[in-house]
Nanobody, 119 residues
Framework: QVQLVESGGGLVQAGGSLRLSCAAS????????MAWYRQAPGKQRELVAV??????????NYADSVKGRFTISRDNAKNTVYLQMNSLKPEDTAVYYC??????????WGQGTQVTVSS
């Protein structure tokens, strides 16, 4: 059974930074493209960033809204995916989740981690 545990969220002022972590278990992590998603109040969950497997070059993609500010990375030895978030804006406020790249079908969602950016 796949388990995803997100952490690292919090309250930060606009312009600040946070680093999110997501530990995965019950899965061969290195074989999966991973992603970060977020869901703001009253909105649908959206894809924020994707990182592919090392076999596919570990390439990354970002939503236009976070490009140049967020960086996704992974540590296969720790079964962990990270999201470094810089220059945060109030519109980045949301619950952040990690999961497999939705193109391959997502697993059961974790609880997520709340990010709140004050203006």
């Amino acid at each position: 059974q796949v388990q995803l545990v997100e952490s690292g969220g919090g309250l930060v002022q606009a312009g600040g930074s946070l680093r999110l972590s997501c530990a995965a278990s019950g899965v061969i992590f290195s074989l999966n493209a991973m992603a970060w998603y977020r869901q703001a109040p009253g909105k649908q969950r959206e894809l924020v960033a994707v990182i592919r497997t090392e076999a596919r070059g570990g390439t990354t993609n970002y939503a236009d809204s976070v490009k140049g500010r967020f960086t996704i990375s992974r540590d296969n030895a720790k079964n962990t995916v990270y999201l470094q978030m810089n220059s945060l804006k109030p519109e980045d406020t949301a619950v952040y989740y990690c999961n497999r790249d939705r193109g391959y079908g997502t697993w059961a969602w974790g609880q997520g981690t709340q990010v709140t950016v004050s203006s």
